[in-house]
C-alpha cells in the first residue's frame, strides 16, 4: 500500500479531523483514508467496469452458448454409427 503525505495544511483543518476522528472512534490517519474513500470512491473504477472494458478490447468473436451446444450434438451425431 501507499502512502501520503500532506503538507500545508492549516490548523483548522488538521484540529478538525481530530474531532471528527475522535467522534468517530478512529485515529486520525483512519478517518482520513475513510474521507478519501468517501470522496474518492466513486470515481474508482469498479470490477464490472474493467470487466465491460476489457470485454470491449477483446478481438474474439462472441457466439451464443446455444449455438456452440447446438454444433457440438451436430458434430456428435455424425459421428455415430
Known amino acids: 500500500m501507499g502512502q501520503l503525505l500532506v503538507r500545508g495544511l492549516d490548523e483548522r483543518i488538521i484540529q478538525?479531523?481530530?474531532?471528527?476522528?475522535?467522534?468517530?472512534?478512529?485515529s486520525v490517519e483512519?478517518?482520513?483514508?475513510a474521507?478519501?474513500?468517501?470522496?474518492?470512491?466513486p470515481e474508482m473504477e469498479?470490477?464490472?467496469?474493467v470487466a465491460a472494458r476489457l470485454r470491449?478490447?477483446?478481438?474474439?468473436?462472441?457466439?451464443d452458448s446455444a449455438d456452440l451446444l447446438r454444433a457440438d450434438r451436430d458434430r456428435n451425431r455424425g459421428s455415430e454409427p
Open 16 to 26: 478538525t479531523l481530530r474531532q471528527r476522528a475522535a467522534r468517530a472512534g478512529r
Open 30 to 33: 483512519a478517518e482520513h483514508r
Open 35 to 41: 474521507i478519501l474513500e468517501q470522496v474518492l470512491g
Open 46 to 49: 469498479s470490477f464490472a467496469d
Open 56 to 63: 470491449a478490447q477483446s478481438p474474439r468473436q462472441r457466439t
